[in-house]
């Protein structure tokens, strides 16, 4: 099972806003990723979180907010988001431990529409 | 991780193979070649990979030349449901919670 499952599949929100994305995976994988895709651009990495902590944080603006609650969630909360903040959020997860496959696995994603 | 550079799009009759090159030729020792592909407003779904020698799983076939400069990705008998864009990464995957970096990668049409 390679299952990352993101909700909700489609958010649309105003610029005052405060909403939630939500990721899960039950693959016992210690790294988690958010990463942003804009229209026809490739996706491109916000933050990975490893064995639970933030380890990296592409110098992300702070109203988007991640917090890694436990070993299978991943959450990016939102606040005062802007119009070009729109856009398909993905979740990733991979192992994080010395040899095997670290392959990054995606979730579906969350098309997010700030107005 | 290293840059890789794809042709912008291509167009393949379904059934026939559907072979995508990649150029990695500043790929290092420790760098493996990953190929995703990613289905209109889908996550990007995992393909293969491989470091050195030619691979091949129930999707695809990785063909890497010997001096590991470059690839290709082969799907042996292409269907519409193929129609996605490829992306070629070098990527360490030891270097574990890095990201992977996308390039534009390659738009496959597949048209009956």
């Known amino acids: 099972d390679t299952e990352v499952t993101q909700t909700p599949k489609h958010l649309v929100m105003g610029m005052t806003n405060k909403k939630s994305l939500k990721c899960e995976q039950h693959?016992?994988?210690?790294?988690m990723y958010w990463y942003k895709q804009k229209a026809k651009k490739p996706p491109e990495l916000m933050f990975v979180y490893s064995y639970e902590k933030l380890s990296i944080n592409e110098s992300v603006p702070s109203r988007f907010s991640p917090e890694c609650p436990n070993s299978s969630l991943l959450n990016l909360h939102l606040h005062a988001l802007q119009p070009e903040d729109s856009a398909l959020y993905l979740c990733a997860s991979s192992p994080f431990m010395r040899g095997g496959r670290k392959t990054q696995y995606f979730g579906p994603g969350t098309r997010l529409l700030v107005l | 991780d290293a840059k890789t550079t794809q042709p912008t799009s291509m167009d393949c009759a379904e059934g026939r193979a559907a072979n995508l090159p990649c150029n990695h030729s500043t790929i290092s020792g420790n760098e493996y070649v990953y190929w995703y592909r990613q289905i209109h407003s889908q996550g990007p779904q995992y393909i293969i990979h491989?470091?050195?020698n030619n691979e091949t799983n129930e999707m695809a076939s990785l063909i890497i030349t010997e001096d590991r400069k470059s690839s290709t990705l082969i799907l042996p008998h292409a269907t519409l449901r193929d129609t996605a864009v490829y992306y070629c990464i070098a990527h360490n995957p030891n270097q574990a919670g890095t990201a992977l970096i996308f390039g534009k990668g390659t738009t496959l049409s597949v048209s009956s």
């Open positions: 491989g470091l050195k």
């Open positions: 693959m016992g994988h210690r790294a």
